[in-house]
């Protein structure tokens, strides 16, 4: 698992790789990835924004953004945490995402950004 911290939000990164929903002989890799968004202030947060910045070992990169995360833009309260599942395709067995949140501070509307720390998806059989 790969953490990071930014302004008191704690990120966590745990990766999958989905044999069954992906297709090597046509170049077709699929990734599940799960994160874990720990509020560690005294303030809730919301997150509003999120855009990913995702690399492809044949030297593709791609970029996405967009508002929340799978559909929700979730209020996070002191000591709370949200987790989703979400999943990338490669086409490539080797691959890395990073990225960010745009957040708002609830209390005072401000907003920040809270960096995802680059993690990787690598096919199993590769690590052997």
């Known amino acids: 698992m790969i953490t990071h911290i930014t302004e008191g939000v704690k990120i966590s990164v745990e990766t999958i790789y989905q044999p069954e929903y992906s297709n ?3 170049d077709h890799y699929m990734f599940a ?3 874990n968004i720990e509020n560690l202030t005294d303030y809730s947060v ?3 924004r999120r855009h990913w910045f995702i690399f492809d070992s044949n030297g593709t990169h791609r970029e ?6 799978v559909g929700l833009q979730p209020v996070i309260d002191p ?4 987790e989703y599942v979400s999943g990338c395709n490669l086409k490539t067995d080797i691959g890395s995402m990073k990225g960010s949140y745009e957040m708002r501070r609830l209390v005072d509307n401000e907003e920040f950004e809270v960096k995802i720390p680059e993690f990787n998806m690598i096919a199993p059989y590769k690590l052997n």
């Open 33 to 35: 990835y799960k994160i």
């Open 64 to 69: 996405v953004e967009g508002d929340g995360v």
């Open 24 to 26: 090597p002989a046509n």
């Open 79 to 82: 000591g709370d945490y949200h």
């Open 46 to 48: 919301q997150l509003m």
